[in-house]
């Protein structure tokens, strides 16, 4: 059981490391295809859509947490399972603030070079 915690603890902060260093999976098959004014835009947008996919997911993970605040496990009772129910929203909270970063940071006539 705690396995299975630590796993997904593991991901969500790895998945925000991924949106800091501008190494997160991405499908550019479209993107691609578009000319440097237009590729520009459309990272823009991936941006931002992005920004608010981790907002949403951030807010009904601290949903899910305050639900199980008041819950034990029954292998290990100390800890409330809210502990390992936090994974998720500390997770998207990190990911929207690196999305966040990277939106501000990044001039609107570049396209998207990841900084280093």
Known sequence: ????????WATFLGAAIAVAKGTHIRV??????LGPAWRARADRLDGL???????FV?????VNVWAWRNQTFFT????????FSLAVPVG?????IYA?????????????TPEA
């Open 49 to 55: 859509v992005c920004l608010i996919a981790f907002a």
């Open 92 to 96: 998207a909270i990190l990911m929207s």
């Open 28 to 33: 550019t098959v479209l993107i691609d295809r």
């Open 1 to 8: 059981e705690i396995n299975r915690y630590c796993f997904v």
């Open 100 to 112: 966040l970063r990277r939106l501000v940071s990044r001039p609107a006539d570049q396209g998207g």
């Open 76 to 83: 290990i009772p100390a800890i409330p399972q809210a502990v």
């Open 58 to 62: 951030a807010w009904f993970g601290l």
